[in-house]
């Protein structure tokens, strides 16, 4: 009897602890991103210094606060957007869609390393933003 006490105490912290120390993927995303870093290759034909610094600066006023397993808030200059979100646990792609259109999925970008790596390909070229966690 001693023993099965014994077990059933063990088994019971052992059980708390994994639950305390675990936590999905998804759950670890919870918060406010924002760009630490904007990589461009545009075509500098169709560009100039002073766009490409615009590019790069809009860019980084624009952020997304993720508010549990599902919501998603995109802030822009001027304007708000709540969406749904969603992880695909073998690619680690983060994408997003809206109430009125669940068929239409938006790629976020993909979590590696503790950031949120988003790749987009402009009519000027190749934009790469880097997010991190505050």
């Not at 014994?6 to 999905?24: E, H, I, P």
């Not at 759950?27 to 545009?42: E, I, P, R």
């Not at 590696?112 to 390909?121: A, D, K, N, R």
């Amino acid at each position: 009897m001693k023993q099965l006490v014994k077990l059933s105490g063990f088994l019971l912290v052992l059980a708390v602890l994994l639950s305390s120390c675990g936590g999905s993927s998804e759950s670890k995303l919870v918060g406010t991103w924002k760009a630490q870093k904007v990589d461009t290759d545009f075509d500098e034909q169709y560009t100039t210094p002073e766009m490409l610094r615009q590019v790069v600066e809009m860019q980084k006023e624009t952020y997304f606060k993720i508010i549990d397993d599902s919501t998603l808030i995109i802030v822009s200059p001027g304007n708000t957007h709540e969406t749904n979100w969603s992880l695909d646990a073998e690619d680690n792609t983060i994408a997003y869609f809206f109430e009125d259109s669940p068929g239409i999925n938006n790629k976020l970008g993909v979590l590696s390393s503790g950031q949120i790596i988003s790749e987009s390909t402009t009519p000027l070229g190749k934009i790469t933003i880097y997010y991190e966690k505050e």
